[in-house]
């Protein structure tokens, strides 16, 4: 059980949730099922989405995990067909699956400062770049192309987006990961155009800055001290901390209610501990 920061009620609506093998999507499948929702959690990682719905279906709750890969059509299809089989036919559809790869990523923030032996902007791999992209772009784009149709059929549904502060700033170094959340945020607008006339509505969470197990060697030292990078972070974060996984439930839940938020759609909502609003000075 989480503790909860509203509780919506979504007793009988299908949830359906890529990535929900990692942190945040796996507290947003969470969140979702403590609300009555019959939940779909997806992800590549097989093991972690049956582990989650284990554990969710033996405290009461209703929770199936499926394999999928978000990048492969055929895949997402059967996954679909299982799912209505399941549980019924999507109500909200989360597109949480995402990420960086080392490939795409350089390894200094500025050029003037490439020492040899390093990875420059002129060495970023183009096979890494098109995955980042497509991981994350067509990562939202081909769910939503299996999933919306249920809504479009019921002329009523939610589809949720996960851009990212990346997308408003680019951050140094990960040049193709802030440049496919920013086409996220633009995705989300015009999904929510697309879609008007059918009763589904489209928006995005941008989270701010968190720790997780695939980015903690990179902000804390081992002795638990900030890195350069993790200081430069909270330095420019006015609240000088982090954002926790938990601390974007109480927006998701909101946004994906009919009721609540009922004329909210096409927007991008930052949710970073006020890192957008600072300037520096």
């Given amino acids: ?3 909860l920061p509203l509780k919506v009620d979504y007793t009988g609506k299908v949830v359906v949730i890529t990535g929900a093998g990692g942190l945040i999507c796996g507290a947003m ?23 989650l719905a284990e554990e969710l279906t033996a405290e009461g709750f209703i929770c199936k995990g499926y394999k999928a890969n978000v990048l492969d059509p055929q895949t997402l299809k059967a996954v679909h067909e299982q799912v209505v089989a399941d549980l019924g036919k999507c109500d909200i559809l989360v597109n949480g699956a995402g990420g960086n790869n080392p490939r795409a990523t350089t390894d200094n923030e500025y050029q003037h400062e490439h ?4 990875k420059s902007f002129f060495d970023l791999d183009a096979d890494g770049v098109d995955f980042v992209f497509k991981l994350n772009f067509q990562g939202a784009l081909l769910p ?7 809504m479009v059929e019921k002329q009523a549904g939610c589809i949720l987006n996960i851009s990212s502060m990346n997308a408003y ?7 193709a990961y802030s440049a496919a959340k920013a086409g996220i945020s633009n995705f989300t607008q015009w999904l929510a155009t697309h879609f008007a006339g059918t009763g589904i509505r489209c928006n995005a969470i941008a989270p701010g800055f968190l ?22 972070i909270l330095n420019g974060t006015p609240t000088h901390r982090y954002v926790d996984a938990s601390e974007l439930l109480g927006a998701t839940l909101f946004l994906c209610d009919d009721r609540s938020a009922s004329a909210v759609t096409g927007v991008v909502m930052p949710i970073d501990a006020g890192f957008s609003a600072y300037c520096g000075v």
Avoid at 41 to 47: G, K, S, V, W
Avoid at 115 to 118: A, I, L, R, T
Avoid at 144 to 150: G, H, K, L, S
Avoid at 214 to 223: K, T
């Fill in 1 to 3: 059980m989480i503790d």
């Fill in 29 to 51: 499948a969470r969140a979702f099922a403590q609300c009555g929702a019959k939940v779909a959690a997806l992800d590549l990682n097989e093991e972690a989405v049956l582990k």
């Fill in 115 to 118: 020492k040899e032996g390093g």
């Fill in 144 to 150: 939503t192309q299996a999933f919306a149709v249920d």
């Fill in 169 to 175: 700033t680019p951050l140094t170094k990960i040049p």
């Fill in 211 to 232: 720790v997780s197990s695939q980015n903690r060697g990179l902000l804390f030292n081992a002795d638990g001290t900030p890195t350069a990078r993790s200081a430069k």
